[in-house]
């Protein structure tokens, strides 16, 4: 939530601000600004609305070698100029770029700045005009800073200038991520290292309650009582061209074709030389000595940790819970003896996640992070990572990371099994083999689902997924990915269950689709696609070869009936899509949301 991304070196900032707040828009993008300094001071430019927007608000006359930017997913305060960032202390000497929530910035308010007016209603303002506050007491611009932070309770990334210092970004971190990129006679400050990749790829990880003194032509890392800390900086791995569109309309659908080779490459990843799984034997360990595996998580996470609950259990013979994170600390249950903890998260960075590791770290349990971003806070927190390598995704909503995280989930899970001795009856990693040549088949159909969509979802408000068992959880997703891009109203239920209540709302025309690609439930859901039929629904069969029906709208090819989710969703995101075109949404940033969700 929220981007930032700062510049100190000699050349002009401008575009270096720019191309970055246009890479970290997946962040947020309700309002953005950048400020640069030069010698005749601060060049501030805000606006409400996309990067785009302050791309023309921007004087290209201006030039200057240092500056801040901000692409803000709004928390405190609508989206709005005023609120927009970099916000600015009261004489105008320092301004400052906030990612984060500062949750006793009305005690500070009340015990600091009653003296100042303000001017905006976020708590970054406070922060700002704290310094400026402070910098009265101390006259020392670092020292002012250190004291401020030392003072902030919350989650923070922070980039400041200073007008009376044009070779100083001042940079702290709690929480919520950020980086210092090295390059040669020049250094940056992002949220994220795809924001600054097309200049460097060094990077300098900062640890929670740091601050960084970033210059031309070094960066020290600090602790909050100013004692310098030595720090390696480490090469980024991440492939420039993986973070452009191409010929793609859309990142979405560039996401949804990458699923196959994504599998692909899971295969790869995962497999030794004898084709047999390869895994860290310190997680194989853990998973041995748990007796209950706890999988936490948000949104399409979440639901990729309901398939691997069925995994886990129906191969390895582990019993699992899967916990929604934000609900997980107030709800928790009773926890069985030696508990493992299970992070599934495409950033690495949910808030509401890394919460319940901080949690349970002190309650003293291991933990294993299953993410797209091996360097991110819930993989250097966690015990143990184990890496998704689905590429840098994009489009807010989640396609290849669901995808890569059910095969990682399915890697997992078999590997306990072979390590325990059961005896799988059939070939994972083939399976897999196969599963990628469906999903291409799959992507090769798009103009099906194009029709599909049209077809169903142009009109309406509301839409029904059903499915039972397994496709339960892929229909949830499907739900999700619908009203996330499109905006309809849309529900994945359980279809024994519509009938206790929620078939209420079925009338004439209503859209339902049904999932059926398993066998002990095929007759079952079909009998809940006639219930919901003699209510006036209009329904869509999506099944899969081996118990497809004439009147089927869609059958998949067959895979493995255990991997059935990693092929059935990908009608499903496409459906989604295309939904979204139809009604003219914007697909790769639907409103109101960011897609690493960097506060709880
Ligand atoms: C939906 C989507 C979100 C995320 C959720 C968790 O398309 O992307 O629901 O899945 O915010 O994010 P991560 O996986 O980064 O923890």
Request: charged share 25%; with cysteine; net charge negative.
């Amino acid at each position: 939530m929220c981007g930032i991304v700062g510049y100190i070196g000699y050349n002009d900032t401008k575009e270096v601000l720019l191309n970055g707040l246009e890479k970290l828009e997946y962040r947020g993008y309700d309002s953005a600004g950048i400020a640069t300094l030069n010698k005749d001071g601060i060049n501030l430019f805000k606006v409400k609305g996309r990067i785009a927007a302050l791309r023309e608000r921007v004087d290209n006359n201006v030039q200057a070698t240092m500056g801040i930017g901000h692409t803000r997913w709004a928390t405190h305060g609508a989206p709005s100029e005023d609120n927009a960032h970099p916000h600015q202390s009261a004489s105008g000497r320092f301004t400052i770029v906030h990612n984060g929530v500062i949750e006793n910035f009305y005690e500070l308010r009340d015990a600091y700045l009653n003296d100042v007016s303000l001017k905006s209603e976020t708590d970054t303002e406070i922060i700002v005009q704290l310094i400026e506050v402070l910098h009265q007491k101390y006259n020392d611009t670092a020292e002012a800073f250190r004291q401020t932070v030392a003072l902030l309770k919350g989650s923070y990334a922070i980039g400041l200038i200073d007008a009376e210092d044009q070779d100083t970004i001042f940079v702290a971190k709690n929480k919520s991520p950020l980086l210092v990129g090295l390059g040669e006679d020049f250094n940056l400050v992002a949220s994220d290292a795809m924001a600054t990749l097309k200049e460097t790829d060094r990077y300098l990880e900062i640890h929670d309650k740091e601050i960084v003194i970033v210059n031309r032509d070094y960066a020290e890392i600090q602790k909050l009582d100013g004692v310098a800390i030595e720090r390696e900086p480490y090469i980024a791995e991440i492939d420039a061209t993986d973070i452009e569109k191409g010929t793609y309309p859309h990142f979405m659908l560039k996401e949804i074709d990458e699923q196959p080779p994504v599998i692909r490459k899971i295969i790869q990843e995962y497999q030794d030389d004898h084709d047999n799984i390869k895994l860290d034997p310190e997680v194989r360990k853990a998973m041995l000595d748990s007796d209950r595996v706890y999988i936490i998580a948000a949104g399409t996470s979440y639901h990729a940790g309901l398939v691997g609950k069925q995994f886990i259990e129906k191969l390895a013979n582990v019993p699992v819970e899967v916990h929604i994170a934000s609900e997980f600390s107030y709800n928790m249950p009773l926890l069985s003896e030696k508990p493992l903890f299970v992070f599934i998260s495409q950033s690495g960075e949910t808030a509401d996640s890394r919460s319940v590791l901080v949690r349970i770290k002190e309650l003293g349990h291991p933990s294993l992070t299953i993410t797209n971003v091996p360097g991110s806070t819930l993989s250097r927190e966690a015990n143990y990572t184990l890496h998704l390598h689905a590429g840098p995704e994009i489009a807010v909503a989640s396609t290849k990371a669901y995808t890569a995280q059910i095969a990682v989930l399915v890697i997992l899970a078999v590997d306990t099994a072979q390590a325990k001795g059961i005896n799988l009856e059939f070939d994972p990693l083939q399976e897999l083999g196969i599963v990628a040549s469906v999903m291409e088949s799959l992507t090769d159909q798009k103009e099906t689902f194009e029709k599909i969509a049209a077809d169903f979802f142009t009109e309406t408000r509301n839409a029904f997924y059903i499915g039972r068992g397994m496709d339960y959880f892929v229909v949830q997703e499907a739900s999700l990915k619908l009203k996330e891009i499109s905006y309809i109203q849309a529900e994945g239920f359980a279809g024994g269950e519509l009938k206790h209540g929620t078939i209420a709302l079925i009338e004439e025309g209503t859209p339902v689709i049904a999932l059926s690609t398993q066998k002990n439930v095929n007759y079952s859901i079909r009998g809940n696609v006639q219930e919901v039929e003699a209510r006036g629904a209009k329904t869509c069969i999506i099944s899969i070869e081996g118990l497809e029906q004439d009147t089927d709208t869609f059958v998949i090819p067959h895979v493995h009936e255990l991997l059935t989710p990693l092929a059935s969703v990908v009608p499903m995101q496409l459906l989604a899509y295309y939904a979204a075109l139809h009604r003219d949404c914007d697909v790769d940033k639907p409103r109101n949301l960011a897609k690493s969700v960097t506060v709880e």
